[in-house]
């Protein structure tokens, strides 16, 4: 049967990504005509609204740094996590490595605390780049999983180029000055390209020589292409993830806060830069 208070806690790994499929769940609670009042929980939520989120949302979205904040005060999640029925941990292969032991010790006392409230939730671990996907699930979060791999989803043709400046042995430019001009390529012919730096500062360089460039050659594009990291206010982000989906942005250069699941169905390129 229906069960109208039951809850469920979706853990994404960056803000992003959290954002981006909120507006997914909510399209889909307006067509299904089920309320489940879905919110995010994080570090940019304000503190006047905390209380009626844990309160009234039946679907909280959140990430791990906030999930180990909120743990110390779980009295005020009660409600929450005794009706707890599905625990969703999405781009599950990003909790590797140091990160991924603490996010695994972080899910073991979230389970103890949910026994606590008689809460024994079905545990949903999604990835594309898993190769031993049973047993990473398992080490994650100490249960044991039955794997779903059957993928029906929609892919057009895709094309892998390998590009490599030095294949004469001596290039007059550097990985990144080349990775400027392929930006400027397909950004000139209307590609919208997402271009991956390692830093937020050659992020914000290549940006800067592409639009230099564009000054003289396609004034009316400049204000098509932008930046994206870390450390812009949450309001920037969304109107810079928001403009891309709607190709109000063509082109953007951007470390790898905008590389987990973020779904912009128009983007016709990807460039990896260094």
Partial sequence: GQNKNATALYIYPTKALANDQLKFIKEFENLSNISFNCQIYDGDTPNHKRPKIRDSSRIIISNPYELHQVLPWHS????????????????????????????????????????????????????????????????????????????????????????????????????????????????????????????????????????????????????????YRAGYLPNERREIENNLKNRLLIGITSTNALELGIDIGTLDSVIISG
């Avoid at 990473?136 to 043709?157: R, T």
């Fill in 76 to 227: 005020k999640w009660s409600k929450f996590l005794s009706n707890l029925k599905f625990v969703v941990v999405d781009e599950a292969h990003k909790y590797r490595g140091v990160f991924g032991s603490n996010v695994a010790i972080l899910l073991k006392r979230l389970r103890r605390i949910l026994r606590f409230y008689g809460s024994n939730p079905q545990f949903v671990i999604s990835s594309a780049t898993i190769a031993n996907p049973k047993e990473f699930a398992n080490k994650l979060i100490g249960l044991d999983f039955e794997l779903v791999n059957n993928d029906g989803s929609p892919k057009s043709k895709k094309y892998f180029i390998f590009y490599n400046p030095y294949y004469s042995g001596v290039g007059e430019l550097s990985t990144h000055s080349e990775t400027k001009d392929l930006f400027l390529f397909f950004i000139k012919n209307k590609v919208q390209t997402l271009c991956f730096t390692y830093s937020r500062k050659m992020a914000e360089l290549i940006l800067s020589w592409a639009k230099g460039e564009l000054k003289e050659s396609n004034p009316d594009l400049i204000e098509r292409v932008a930046s």
